[in-house]
């Protein structure tokens, strides 16, 4: 399993625009990803744009992602990469 630590830095947190960003990349991987939100103990499955945008993550607010399975480094490596292109 891999892991970042990611901080927030969009003024409206990850509202639908990035939640979708966050979604369409994670499908690119057959590995299993996930947005955790230690402050409130919420994790989502980060393939599920609902989830994502349901974790509530505000700006300022530290996410952890977890990749895990056969494409895990190139999945985590692409999630931090496309966060940062998105402003997040």
């Known amino acids: 399993m ?4 990611y901080t927030i830095t969009d003024e409206n947190g990850i509202h639908a625009r990035p939640a979708g960003k966050i979604a369409a990349a994670a499908k690119n ?3 299993v990803i996930r947005l955790i ?3 409130t103990d ?3 499955d980060a393939k599920k744009l609902f989830a994502v945008m349901g974790l509530g993550a505000c700006k300022g607010d530290t996410i952890h992602i977890e990749a ?3 494409d895990e480094d190139a999945a985590i490596l ?4 496309m966060l940062r292109e998105a402003g997040l």
């Open 68 to 70: 895990e399975g056969e």
């Open 2 to 5: 891999k892991r970042i630590v």
């Open 78 to 81: 692409d999630m931090q990469n």
């Open 37 to 39: 939100l230690p402050v």
């Open 42 to 44: 919420k994790s989502a």
């Open 29 to 31: 991987y057959t590995s």
